[in-house]
């Protein structure tokens, strides 16, 4: 789809963003727990870049490079340099063609992983609703995108 870019809120972008974190719990949930948490990273890291730099979605875009920068973080602290990378078939995210494989995160320390990589996209939903700054507008958009942020703790509940 073409890129449009706008700076200030619309809900056209705004379900848009929704929309691709739903498409990434749909992918990443299709794959083994040790590679979860880097699907999420490269599928967030990508929203955000799809971003504006600047208005009212400069600052989701912070807030998603941030926590896709400390998923990064978890992913290499709890690397498995043994496990195969994973690399997704073709149409795996309809939303995202780019071709993309993930890191595994050791078996033994998936949990751990897993723990600290939902508290990370907590605060990041969290920083998203803090960030709406008394305006009724910027709230609502916001707390749209801090739900899709919030609805990946799904993959990190580790069995």
């Known amino acids: 789809s073409p890129t449009i870019v706008y700076t200030d809120l619309n809900w056209l972008l705004t379900n848009r963003i929704s929309k691709?974190?739903?498409a990434a719990v749909t992918e990443c949930g299709r794959y083994d727990d040790v590679y979860r948490i880097d699907?999420?990273?490269q599928n967030m890291q990508r929203i955000a870049a799809s971003l504006?730099?600047?208005g009212d979605y400069g600052r989701v875009k912070r807030i998603l490079t941030n926590a896709a920068g400390k998923l990064?973080?978890?992913v290499e602290k709890y690397a498995d340099p043994k496990a195969p990378r994973l690399t997704p078939p073709p149409g795996a995210n309809p939303r995202f063609?780019?071709?993309r494989s993930?890191?595994?995160v050791r078996r033994?320390?998936?949990r751990q992983a897993m723990t600290e990589a939902a508290q990370v996209v907590q605060e990041a939903a969290t920083?998203?609703?803090r960030s709406s700054e008394n305006s009724a507008a910027r709230l609502a958009h916001y707390q749209s995108i801090s739900v899709a942020v919030g609805s990946t703790k799904v993959l990190l509940r580790s069995l």
């Open 97 to 99: 063609r780019q071709n």
């Open 52 to 54: 504006p730099d600047d």
């Open 102 to 104: 993930y890191k595994a």
């Open 127 to 129: 920083q998203l609703l």
């Open 108 to 110: 033994d320390k998936v």
């Open 39 to 41: 699907c999420l990273r």
């Open 72 to 74: 990064g973080g978890i």
């Open 20 to 22: 691709d974190f739903n």
